[in-house]
């Protein structure tokens, strides 16, 4: 059984990436990826707050982007605090944690997508997700636009939260586990490769029209192959229907 990776996103302050590696040592989880941080790193700040969790900083990842950072992951659930333009499916913390353990169970790689203290995560990073996390938190009174709202938790609550759930998930697992399938699920880098190949192919074609909704277009479609749960051999089958199809197109001519 694998722990879910933790995953941060254009993280900004050093302090915060030192209290997600605090709450990730309280709770079993131990690999650390940051995509693209924006503070200096290594961090002196990150060590001070990691208070006893050096390693896990010292064992951490450093990726340009999300594709990158989650091409070896075949289950990624991200976390947010705001709908986005694609419908997607969102879970609770308790709920999101269960999935994530029956899925490293059967010995599937997971990851954990936390955004940017700022702005969270994009829609590009959430398209390759397979379903979001919202963390609920009490309503607020309306504030003026100068107070700070609370609606979405500070990056290292968000990780104590969520690694308490995964450590309390494993209070459900059944005694015996089901014998893993030959079925595989796609992992990220074998569905970014099929995203690129089937957006390649459907602009060619002309089919993003009008270009100003290319990008909303190519989220939804997306989603809906993300929503299917490939394996590895039908996302492989469907890139080979690809190439058959355009290469036909071409044969007719």
Known sequence: MIPPAVI???????????????AMKNFG???LRLIAPKMEWP????????????????GAQIHADAPRALADFQLVLATTARGRDVTREVLTPEAAMRRLRQASDAGLKTAILFGGER??????EISLCDALITIPTAPLPRVKATEIKASSLNLGQAVLLLGYEW????DATPASRTRRTIA???????????????????????????????????????????????????ARTIRGMIVALVRNKYRGQ
């Open 119 to 124: 702005a969270g995560l994009d829609n590009d």
């Open 43 to 58: 961090n002196d700040r990150a060590q001070i707050l990691a208070s006893g969790a050096g390693d896990i900083l010292d």
């Open 167 to 170: 450590l309390k998930s494993a």
């Open 184 to 234: 595989v699920p796609a992992n990220r880098q074998e569905l970014v490769d099929l995203f690129e190949h089937l957006e390649h192919e459907l602009g060619a074609g002309g089919f993003f029209f009008p270009p100003a909704k290319k990008d909303a277009m190519v989220r939804n479609i997306r989603a809906m192959i993300l929503r299917s749960g490939l394996t590895d051999q039908q």
């Open 8 to 22: 941060l996103s254009h993280t900004q302050m050093g302090e915060n990436v030192g209290a997600a590696a605090r």
């Open 29 to 31: 989880l131990s690999d």
